[in-house]
Structures are given as C-alpha cells and as structure tokens.
C-alpha cells in the first residue's frame, strides 16, 4: 500500500512538472525570466490564458492610437522590467513611460486635464486627489476591464469603478539589526510611547502622516490618535525627516536612524537582498494602503490604456511588477499567498488597519488639525501641501 502510494505520488509530481514545463515553454521570454527571478514555477501563472483574452475591438482600436502615456512611481529600470512581457505579447502597442513624484501624480496632473491637457492616460497612486477627478467626472469606470473581476473588494472601486488596486502596501517599521535589539521591538503601537529604549532620537517619523498615521486615526479613533501623537513628540522625540520613505529606508539601512515609521515592505526587501542590515517589524494593527490605477477619460489612448491595464491585472501583470519592485499583489489568488510576502511572520495573523480613501478625506483635516501643531512644536517645518 505505501509503495502504490509513493509510485502514484511521484506519477502526479512527474506530471505537474511536465504540465509547468510544457506552459512555461508558451510564456514570452521575458515572463519566463521573471519567474526564474521570483523564484516561481510557471504553475503560478495557471489559468493566465483566460485572463488574457482582449476584446477585438481593443486590438483594432490601438493600432490607431498615438503612444500610451503612463505616469506612475515605479523607477524607469523597473518599469522596463516589470512591462517587457506586456511589449513582446503586443508589439503594436506603443509605450511611454514617465516616472513622477506624488505632485506630478496628483495635482499637476489634475490641472493639466482642468486645461485640456493629458499628460497621462494612465496614472498611479495619486492619493485622494482621485476624488478631484472623480467630481470632474474625469476617470473611466474601469469596470468594463473583464479582470476587474479579479480584484477582492477591498482592491477595487466597487461603487463607481472609478479605480483598481496596483499594489498592497504594509507601511510598517524599517530598522537596522545591528542597532535594534528584538526585545525592544513594538508588539502594539502604545509600546513604542512606553518603551524608554525609543527615546531622543532612536526613531523617525516622516513629514507625511498619511502614509502610515491617517489608518490608525481610522481603526483606532481620534482619542487615541491624539493621545498618541502628543506622547510621540512631546516624549519619545523621533527625528523629523523631509526625505521620501525610500530614502529614510536607505538612511536606516546604513544606520543614521535605526528605526523608521512608515516603511514599505518592498523598500525594506529591496535593501535586506542587498545585503544590508535592515529588516521590517510591524505593530498591531497594521496600516494598510492599496496603491491605485486610474484611467482618463477622453484619452487619447483609451484602447491601450485598457489592454495594459487589463493585462496588469492579471497573473503575468502581477506576477511582473512583483519580480520588478517586489510589490503584493492585488488579484485574489495570489494576496493572500505568502510566498508574496517578503517578511510573512511579521503580516500573517497580524489585525489590519486598511485605508479607506473616501473616509480620509475627510477624516485628514481633522487629524491634521492636530499633528501639525505637534510636529511644528517639535522643530518641524511646514508639512507638504501635495497630496492629502
């Protein structure tokens, strides 16, 4: 009886290593060099052919299309990377990709289409300036794209269809291994306010609370936030830094901070395969952010626009940006799986505090009204004005 049970178990390993062999030989080079990157079998990528089908009339319309202009965060090596399989499947679609900062994202970007200029067809986290869109009635109701369908809720405009997910973010906190001791790691964010070992200076906050601060004033309501906040600056006296979360990343991994709020996981993996001594620990609840992918309307590239969105939102498209930057994903087969995640012990059974835009908007003042006097009071300057 065992040995018929290991001949047959090794028949079904012989045959599912044939069956991802024999699909990861029809992939396009360049996902199959993304997969040997991620470390995946091509078995990830299962059910990918239904989630390729574009509509006839996308194909005919896009050879007639100028360029399409994309604007998002993703650095040009990574954008390259993560969209080579999108330009070996459709050579005919023309790509223009330009990298830019959450201003550009957002506010230059909504003012051009005030004046009848696109800078953009597609754009990425934009933050809420999605909503100034939205009241122009400026956003495509991506809900026609046949994988929007591929999308979990919480990854997804539902109401309007308005956006889609591109990334999940856990914005959680970067430190140096080498100056933090583990025991002194926060279970809760309260610990952080308690613990003596993170006073004068052992911990920065960036100059955006809306990163990281805005989901815990949502979860865990005004009067702890603002209990909280007054005992962060007026006690434990973090470091005030005006750089990007990124580059406060890379200031924790080479030791000048040796612990950062507001830290992206992808950030802190990106340093730790490096080499460098840093890694990611985060308090309950965890804030969570869902990057977004908006679409304009009266583009002049409406037909690439949905292919490459539709596209992204598939396996191979969330499969791609992964091995380029090593964001989660937001298609429902594959959140939720840890080999995502970059650091699993420090997500997996953890509470949640995800970020709801439209209560944001606002909730934001309110917390503002509040932080900024605290931060300037701590040797601040004046907060950013893009954005929130």
């Not at 949905?306 to 964001?327: C, I, K, P, T």
Request: contains cysteine; charged residues 25%.
């Amino acid at each position: 009886m065992r040995t018929g049970f290991a001949v047959r178990a090794m028949v079904v390993a012989v045959a599912s290593l044939w069956a991802a062999s024999a699909v990861a030989a029809d992939l396009p080079k360049a996902t199959q060099a993304l997969l040997k990157k991620a470390g995946f079998d091509a078995s990830i990528l299962s059910g990918l052919d239904h989630e390729l089908v574009m509509p006839q009339a996308w194909i005919d319309g896009v050879k007639r299309e100028p360029e399409l202009k994309i604007l998002a965060a993703w650095d040009p090596k990574q954008f390259r990377e993560m969209s080579a399989p999108f330009r070996e499947r459709y050579p005919y679609v023309k790509v223009n990709y330009t990298r830019g900062g959450l201003l550009e994202r957002g506010n230059k970007a909504l003012m051009a289409y005030q004046s009848g200029r696109y800078i953009a067809d597609i754009i990425t986290s934009a933050s809420n300036v999605w909503i100034d869109f939205k009241e122009i009635d400026g956003l495509v109701d991506l809900r026609t794209l046949p994988n929007f369908a591929l999308l979990p809720p919480e990854n997804r405009d539902d109401h309007t269809g308005l956006w889609i997910g591109q990334k999940i973010t856990f914005r959680c906190m970067a430190y140096n291994t080498r100056l933090v001791p583990k025991e002194h790691l926060p279970k809760t964010w309260d610990n952080l306010t308690t613990d003596p070992f993170w006073r004068n200076g052992k911990l920065a906050v960036p100059d955006r609370p809306s990163l990281w601060l805005s989901m815990l004033w949502d979860a865990k309501g005004p009067e702890w936030a603002t209990s909280f906040m007054t005992k962060m600056f007026t006690e434990v006296k973090p470091q005030l830094r005006k750089e990007g979360s990124s580059a406060v990343v890379g200031l924790t991994a080479a030791g000048e901070t040796p612990a950062f709020i507001g830290a992206a996981e992808y950030r802190v993996k990106e340093y730790a395969e490096k080499g460098a001594p840093v890694s990611l620990h985060c308090p309950e609840p965890i804030p969570v952010g869902v990057s977004q992918l908006m679409m304009l309307k009266g583009s002049p590239a409406p037909n690439g626009a949905a292919m490459f969105l539709n596209w992204f939102l598939s396996r191979e498209g969330q499969l791609a940006q992964y091995a380029g930057d090593w964001s989660l994903p937001v298609h429902k087969d594959l959140e939720k799986d840890p080999r995502f995640l970059p650091f699993p012990d420090e997500v997996v059974g953890k509470s949640l505090a995800v970020r709801d835009e439209e209560r944001i908007r606002s909730e934001y003042p309110k917390m503002m009204a509040v932080y900024e006097p605290l931060w300037k009071a701590a040797g601040g300057g004046a907060l950013p004005t893009d954005g929130e």
